[in-house]
């Protein structure tokens, strides 16, 4: 006896008082969902030319046949049956053609195959057990399908006593799904039985839309299959793609190696689903940090259905539409495509509108690195990197807020070669819009070792985030190489823009100049020369480092040492002007002196120029 097959009492082929012995119709089978191997002990010849007729019972490998139709041609028979299979609780009608039969009535040579309702639209391809699944479509699958459903050709449902045609299918009920396996095609043979077997897998989200699944040759005995057990149908066709809203898809691949796209199934049905593919977004909603294709994150699943998925997944860092520059890094994230469940501890931004039941499908970031865009880099040339959390993504776009105070001291920030702080960060997105966002702190200019105040506005454009610099301190700012202080007027502004990778930023100050106390380098000279104003004194990180539109030179008195000071720029050689040259920037003034104070005096005209040059030092201009 072959173990898992029947359990026939077949005498020795040398007994020579047994011919035609036929096999015992009352089977003892194994066990229900028995494992079994592939391959019966295949039985050996001659073979008879006759002594089997209709009502007579052949063994054919692990399975019997009742013939229903004989037609014998020398050794060779040609007909019809039935052969019982108790995993589908019916008999499965069969036609065969050339078969032969040795005298203990075992099927030697040939195969039997299980006939189709003429109804049925099932391809060759599906009802061959041999050759491959190309060509096979969801179409044909979903036919299928149809067929079964409208005739309730299900295996719970058949006569055990009755036989049928194909299809009929293992009908599995997972969460209030209907999964019906079908099975289009039979063969048995004397070295094994083989079926195929198809699924498709609706999906509700899409119209019209399915996912089919399906395996040919699967190794079967009369109450389960191969010793393997399990089995596998794989993904017909190339990826799908289906729809998670207006701006994402959701893309199933047919996936290599272990991380493929397929259903599991046994001997009761359907058992499991593990896919492989992608969430794709549109460029509309996240743009790609590098390159240009869209952004994808890379997903493998396994779940009891279709739509009850729930894991971590792969994200390559990205940018929000409208906010290139501002990057989103690679972190932990999770994916909610369930209906009946939702990630555990998960946290939706505070304001957040959406529906935040368990039919709530989407991205969660538990948390998450915000890049600040290229130019603003710390002195060591690092990016800028903020904290954040409880970051979404739905079908409407992103949501969620960062913040962070303080970010940068001043004496660690790079602008374009200015040193910079970050003394407040924060950002609000909903639905893929900025409700809010932007930063404040200091910039110190290469003329002075003093921060001015500034304010960051963001914006979203069509290309990158848009970040619009106020000045917003008033306060003297002291300009070391000139000896001065400059006292700032309302309307000077902070400019910062990016050419060709290049950062350009530029300072545009308006107020007043006062030169007082002493000079370097100029032991016992003192100066003082109160509220020179000037307007669009323009400091720059790219040559020309300094311009200036205008200095006015009215009162209030001016004097040198002590001697009053006349300055008159109708006068030749007198005025003041700021020289550049390359590098070095040159405030001159050119005046009068009175050397005492009589009404008739000594006066003699004077230049004074004050220096200083700009030095760059570990990317840092000063």
Same mark, same amino acid.
């Given at each position: 006896?072959?173990?898992?097959?029947?359990?026939?009492?077949?005498?020795?082929?040398?007994?020579?008082?047994?011919?035609?012995?036929?096999?015992?119709?009352?089977?003892?089978?194994?066990? %229900?969902?028995?494992?079994?191997?592939?391959?019966?002990?295949?039985?050996?010849?001659?073979?008879?030319?006759?002594?089997?007729?209709?009502?007579?019972?052949?063994?054919? /490998?692990?399975?019997?046949?009742?013939?229903?139709? +004989?037609?014998?041609?020398?050794? !060779?028979?040609?007909?019809?049956?039935?052969?019982?299979?108790?995993?589908?609780?019916?008999?499965?009608?069969?036609?065969?053609?050339?078969?032969?039969?040795?005298?203990?009535?075992?099927?030697?040579?040939?195969?039997?195959?299980?006939? @189709?309702?003429?109804?049925?639209?099932?391809?060759?391809?599906?009802?061959?057990?041999? /050759?491959?699944?190309?060509?096979?479509?969801?179409?044909?699958?979903?036919?299928?399908?149809?067929?079964?459903?409208?005739?309730?050709?299900?295996?719970?449902?058949?006569?055990?006593?009755?036989?049928?045609?194909?299809?009929?299918?293992?009908?599995?009920? +997972?969460?209030?799904?209907?999964?019906?396996?079908?099975?289009?095609?039979?063969?048995?043979?004397?070295?094994?039985?083989?079926?195929?077997?198809?699924?498709?897998?609706?999906?509700?989200?899409?119209?019209?839309?399915?996912?089919?699944?399906?395996?040919?040759? +699967?190794?079967?005995?009369?109450?389960?299959?191969?010793?393997?057990?399990?089995?596998?149908?794989?993904?017909?066709?190339?990826?799908?793609?289906?729809?998670?809203? %207006?701006?994402?898809?959701?893309?199933?691949?047919?996936?290599?190696?272990?991380?493929?796209?397929?259903?599991?199934?046994?001997?009761?049905?359907?058992?499991?689903?593990?896919?492989?593919?992608?969430?794709?977004?549109?460029?509309?909603?996240? @743009?790609?940090?590098?390159?240009?294709?869209?952004?994808?994150?890379?997903?493998?699943?396994?779940?009891?259905?279709?739509?009850?998925?729930?894991?971590?997944?792969?994200?390559?860092?990205?940018?929000?539409?409208?906010?290139?520059?501002?990057?989103?890094?690679?972190?932990?994230?999770?994916?909610?495509?369930?209906?009946?469940?939702?990630?555990?501890?998960?946290?939706?931004?505070?304001?957040?509108?959406?529906?935040?039941?368990?039919?709530?499908?989407?991205?969660?970031?538990?948390?998450?690195?915000?890049?600040?865009?290229?130019?603003?880099?710390?002195?060591?040339?690092?990016?800028?990197?903020?904290?954040?959390?409880?970051?979404?993504?739905?079908?409407?776009?992103?949501?969620?807020?960062?913040?962070?105070?303080?970010?940068?001291?001043?004496?660690?920030?790079?602008?374009?070669?200015?040193?910079?702080?970050?003394?407040?960060?924060?950002?609000?997105?909903?639905?893929?819009?900025?409700?809010? /966002? $932007?930063?404040?702190?200091?910039?110190?200019?290469?003329?002075?070792?003093?921060?001015?105040?500034?304010?960051?506005?963001?914006?979203?454009?069509?290309?990158?985030?848009?970040?619009?610099?106020?000045?917003?301190?008033?306060?003297?700012?002291?300009?070391?190489?000139?000896?001065? !202080?400059?006292?700032?007027?309302?309307?000077?502004?902070?400019?910062?823009?990016?050419?060709?990778?290049?950062?350009? @930023?530029?300072?545009?100050?308006?107020?007043?100049?006062?030169?007082?106390?002493?000079?370097?380098?100029?032991?016992?000279?003192?100066?003082?020369?109160?509220?020179?104003?000037?307007?669009?004194?323009?400091?720059?990180?790219?040559?020309?480092?300094?311009?200036?539109?205008?200095?006015?030179?009215?009162?209030?008195?001016?004097?040198?040492? $002590?001697?009053?000071?006349?300055?008159?720029?109708?006068?030749?050689?007198?005025?003041?002007?700021?020289?550049?040259?390359?590098?070095?920037?040159?405030?001159?003034? /050119?005046?009068?002196?009175?050397?005492?104070?009589?009404?008739?005096?000594?006066?003699?005209?004077?230049?004074?120029?004050?220096?200083?040059?700009?030095?760059?030092?570990?990317?840092?201009?000063?």
């Amino acid at each position: 006896t072959e173990d898992g097959g029947l359990d026939n009492d077949v005498p020795a082929d040398d007994d020579p008082e047994i011919v035609n012995q036929q096999p015992d119709p009352n089977q003892n089978y194994q066990a %229900p969902c028995s494992p079994v191997d592939c391959s019966p002990v295949l039985p050996i010849g001659p073979a008879v030319s006759g002594g089997f007729g209709v009502g007579s019972t052949l063994s054919l /490998g692990y399975f019997n046949m009742e013939l229903t139709e +004989v037609v014998w041609g020398g050794n !060779n028979i040609t007909g019809k049956g039935k052969i019982e299979v108790p995993m589908f609780n019916t008999w499965v009608n069969v036609e065969f053609n050339n078969l032969q039969v040795n005298a203990q009535g075992q099927v030697i040579n040939g195969q039997a195959f299980a006939i @189709t309702d003429p109804g049925a639209t099932i391809t060759e391809a599906m009802r061959n057990t041999s /050759g491959q699944l190309a060509g096979i479509t969801a179409t044909q699958v979903e036919q299928v399908k149809n067929y079964v459903e409208q005739g309730q050709r299900y295996t719970e449902l058949l006569n055990p006593a009755g036989a049928t045609n194909l299809p009929f299918a293992l009908k599995t009920n +997972v969460q209030d799904l209907t999964q019906l396996l079908n099975i289009t095609g039979m063969s048995f043979g004397p070295d094994g039985a083989l079926l195929n077997a198809f699924l498709p897998v609706e999906i509700p989200e899409a119209i019209n839309e399915i996912l089919a699944f399906g395996s040919k040759g +699967v190794c079967f005995h009369p109450t389960g299959l191969s010793a393997a057990g399990l089995q596998e149908l794989t993904m017909l066709g190339t990826e799908v793609a289906l729809p998670f809203g %207006p701006n994402i898809d959701l893309v199933v691949k047919p996936g290599e190696g272990e991380q493929t796209t397929r259903v599991k199934w046994d001997c009761q049905g359907y058992e499991s689903l593990q896919v492989a593919g992608a969430f794709v977004f549109k460029g509309n909603m996240l @743009t790609p940090v590098e390159g240009n294709e869209p952004v994808a994150a890379d997903f493998f699943f396994l779940a009891s259905v279709w739509g009850d998925f729930i894991g971590e997944l792969s994200m390559p860092a990205f940018q929000v539409k409208g906010l290139k520059g501002l990057e989103v890094n690679e972190g932990q994230v999770w994916v909610d495509y369930s209906d009946i469940r939702k990630i555990d501890g998960i946290q939706y931004p505070a304001g957040y509108q959406g529906n935040q039941s368990e039919i709530w499908k989407g991205f969660y970031f538990p948390q998450l690195q915000l890049q600040l865009p290229t130019y603003l880099r710390k002195k060591n040339n690092d990016r800028i990197t903020i904290a954040a959390e409880h970051l979404i993504i739905d079908k409407m776009g992103v949501s969620g807020k960062a913040s962070a105070a303080p970010l940068l001291v001043l004496d660690q920030g790079n602008l374009g070669g200015w040193q910079f702080s970050i003394d407040q960060f924060q950002l609000s997105l909903v639905n893929n819009s900025l409700q809010e /966002g $932007g930063f404040d702190g200091k910039i110190r200019l290469p003329i002075s070792d003093a921060g001015i105040g500034y304010n960051c506005s963001l914006s979203q454009t069509d290309q990158d985030v848009g970040m619009d610099f106020t000045i917003n301190t008033l306060d003297d700012i002291s300009v070391d190489m000139w000896a001065a !202080n400059l006292t700032l007027l309302p309307g000077s502004t902070l400019s910062v823009t990016v050419e060709n990778e290049e950062v350009i @930023t530029a300072a545009d100050l308006s107020g007043s100049l006062t030169l007082a106390g002493g000079l370097p380098d100029q032991e016992g000279m003192t100066l003082d020369f109160p509220d020179m104003a000037f307007e669009h004194l323009v400091v720059r990180n790219k040559a020309p480092y300094l311009s200036c539109e205008l200095f006015s030179l009215a009162s209030p008195q001016k004097s040198l040492n $002590g001697f009053e000071v006349s300055i008159n720029p109708e006068n030749e050689g007198e005025g003041v002007a700021l020289v550049i040259d390359d590098s070095k920037a040159t405030l001159q003034l /050119g005046f009068s002196v009175k050397l005492h104070n009589a009404t008739k005096s000594i006066e003699g005209l004077t230049q004074l120029s004050v220096a200083g040059l700009l030095v760059e030092e570990g990317n840092l201009q000063s």
